[in-house]
């Protein structure tokens, strides 16, 4: 093994644990639905659901990161570029993460100055945290794209997947730098804060996970570089063909001119294109080879990534993108639940086939199978199904009776969150949230247990 799988396997470590560490402010958070006075002053909704969602951001892009050091030397051939370097960045990366989490949970929030600002909370949601942590991110950042740059020049060797990971780092980097402008006139905070998180979720990190998926599938399915490298450019020219003027999604209500209105509109309507691509791409290979593989539940999971992230991203994005929709359904629960339906569609199942494909070259299993994995599978997508239709449930009556019929007022809100289909996708979602904390338990008891031998007959490659 590479020492960069070696590193991976530390950044997949701590992806998993963040992973639960975001599931249980993810239950915290939803208490607050039930019980509004939970831990009032204590510990406030605000800063549960900002550990929920920063973790978020957090454990995929070292999902991420892990993935790209565990394919890197094999890719080019040779081993990744700096080690030394990249392997001290893990540790900075992890001390920064725990001391901004414990900042948050213990000091929480300070005064309107910049002395917060460096060391408290930046403010901006998903990338809250303090500056001095924020760049230290960008210092990771600029460390990881000198290891795959500079392992690209020795290796001498360019294929097709790097460069467009080499030219995507370049975006994923520059957007980020997006979360530390203190500008004080909210409208034109809101859209310079857009061009981050929009451009990161439907644009870079698509392109990345793109990369990812072409990778998990010539190694998982033994699938032709020429026909995953044809499909890539395919599905990058749409992301970033649609993704980039999609942007006007998030300018129809927060001041920005009018003509953000058509152009969202119509742009954002052609972003399920690229993610319709992706599931013809896995469901034409798994195809050509008769779903043949020797790893079931990277297998699995690379077609729940493909399938969750257009129903979520593309179906769930769609539904409310046009501005006459918009209208009604912004800000509601509808969008949280077009908001966990994409991120786990698109990435966390992605992230997980990346576990698995480690997994296998850990164990040294000829073939993973087994039930464990099934339960793990099973639990997490039921579990975030039914929190999705909870929460679209809820979303719809707050769009229909809060907005449609009570005309946005705050007694309107009021009045809609009181409401019964509110009230019972607020349950919902509590209760689906556990199966999926249960999936959760079962992957990592499934992903740290060896797996049981298979009779060899089922290993053998299939017949050309
Ligand atoms: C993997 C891809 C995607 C992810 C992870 C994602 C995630 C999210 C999240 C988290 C939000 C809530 C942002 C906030 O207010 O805090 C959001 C909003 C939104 N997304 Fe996506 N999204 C994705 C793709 C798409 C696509 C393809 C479309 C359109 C077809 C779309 C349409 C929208 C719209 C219209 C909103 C604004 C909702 C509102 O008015 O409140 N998204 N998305
Ligand atoms: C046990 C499972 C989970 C529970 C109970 C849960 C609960 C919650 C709650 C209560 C919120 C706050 C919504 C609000 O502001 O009204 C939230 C926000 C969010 N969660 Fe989760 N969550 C869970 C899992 C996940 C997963 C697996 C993901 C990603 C794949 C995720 C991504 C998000 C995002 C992006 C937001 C921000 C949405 C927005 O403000 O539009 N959550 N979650
Ligand atoms: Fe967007």
Redesign the pocket.
């Known amino acids: 093994m590479y020492r960069s799988q070696k590193l991976s396997l530390r950044y997949y470590t701590a992806a998993v644990a963040l992973f639960g560490v975001m599931i249980v402010f993810g239950l915290l958070s939803a208490l607050y639905y039930l019980y509004p006075s939970l831990l009032f002053n204590v510990f406030n909704f605000n800063m549960s659901k900002i550990l929920h969602i920063d973790t978020l951001v957090i454990w995929l892009l070292m999902g991420f990161l892990g993935a790209v050091y565990w394919y890197l030397p094999k890719e080019l051939g040779r081993e990744v570029e700096g080690m030394w370097l990249a392997e001290l960045m893990f540790w900075v990366f992890c001390a920064a993460v725990v001391v901004v989490a414990a900042v948050f949970v213990f000091v929480q929030y300070g005064a309107a100055n910049e002395f917060s600002m460096w060391f408290i909370n930046q403010g901006r ?2 990338v809250e945290a303090p500056r001095w942590a924020a760049i230290g991110i960008v210092v990771v950042m600029l460390v990881f794209a000198y290891n795959v740059i500079a392992t690209c020049i020795k290796a001498r060797k360019m294929t097709g997947i790097m460069w467009v990971l080499v030219l995507d780092l370049i975006p994923l980097l520059a957007v980020y730098l997006d979360a530390f402008p203190a500008v004080t006139n909210m409208s034109v905070d809101l859209y310079w804060w857009w061009w981050l ?1 929009h451009m990161w ?2 644009s870079t ?2 392109v990345l996970i793109g990369c990812v998926m072409a990778l998990v599938l010539m190694d998982v399915m033994g699938t032709s570089r020429r026909i995953v490298e044809t499909w890539l450019y395919i599905e990058v020219m749409l992301v970033l063909g649609a993704g980039i003027l ?1 942007l006007g ?2 300018y ?1 209500w927060i001041g920005t001119p009018q003509y953000w209105l058509s152009i969202g509109g119509f742009f ?2 052609l ?2 294109l690229p ?1 319709l691509g992706m599931v013809v791409h896995a469901i034409y290979d798994a195809g050509t080879h008769r779903m043949k593989t020797n790893n079931q539940p990277a297998f699995w999971w690379i077609t729940a990534e493909a399938f969750g ?1 257009f129903i ?3 179906i769930w ?2 539904m ?2 046009l501005p006459q929709i ?1 209208l009604f ?4 629960q509808w ?2 639940s ?2 966990h339906f ?2 786990y ?3 966390v199942c992605g992230v997980i086939a990346v576990l698995y494909v480690a997994k296998q070259q850990v164990s040294g299993a000829d073939v993973l199978g087994g039930r464990a994995w099934k339960w793990g599978f099973g639990l997490l997508n039921f579990g975030m199904v039914g929190m999705v239709m909870g929460l679209l449930l809820a979303g719809m009556a707050q769009a229909f009776y809060g907005r449609a019929m009570g005309g946005s007022t705050l007694m309107a809100f009021t009045t809609a969150s009181e409401n019964p289909w509110f009230v019972s996708g607020m349950y919902a979602r509590m209760l689906f949230g556990v199966v999926f904390a249960a999936g959760y338990v079962v992957l990592v008891y499934d992903l740290l247990t060896s797996p049981r031998r298979v009779p060899a007959l089922q290993a053998q490659p299939e017949p050309a």
């Not at 359904?329 to 509601?332: D, E, I, L, V």
């Open positions: 949601k998903y998180v979720v439907e990190w698509e999609g999604h998030h129809f954002s309507a972003e399920p993610l992230n979520g991203a593309g994005g769609f409310m993108t918009n359904s912004h800000g509601t969008t949280v077009h908001g994409a991120f569609g698109a990435y």
